[in-house]
Nanobody, 127 residues
């Protein structure tokens, strides 16, 4: 299985930027499509962004399109989420997730499609 560890969360003002990272270990990283989700207390975990195994395909939740960018570096076994123009409603715990898959691209958005999860990193956007 793959082990995931997020980092880079923190406190930022409205309109600011933050980049969170997720480092993987244990298995061949390039065999996994990756996703970013977020969750606030009392709410379901929601999809934010996803990226294919090789990084050639990305997809986003509508509310973050144009502000967030997901990328990966398979040589470093790391996936990133660059967040710009942050808003208070982006405040949440952010989780990266992995799904082992074949090369055929599938834009998975359901958290149940992902078998492996990190522990989460808190992002707080102050108004």
């Amino acid at each position: 299985q793959v082990h995931l560890v997020e980092s880079g969360g923190g406190l930022v003002q409205t309109g600011g930027s933050l980049r969170v990272s997720c480092s993987a270990s244990g298995r061949t990283f390039s065999n996994y499509a990756m996703g970013w989700f977020r969750q606030t207390p009392g709410k379901e975990r929601e999809f934010v962004a996803g990226i294919s195994r090789a990084g050639g395909s990305t997809y986003y939740q509508n509310s973050v399109k144009g502000r967030f960018t997901v990328s990966r570096d398979n040589a470093k076994d790391t996936v990133y989420l660059q967040m710009n123009d942050l808003k208070p409603e982006d405040t949440a715990t952010y989780y990266c997730a992995a799904r082992e898959t074949n090369p055929t691209f599938f834009a998975a958005r359901d958290h149940r499609d992902f078998a492996y999860w990190g522990q989460g990193t808190q992002v707080t956007v102050s108004s």
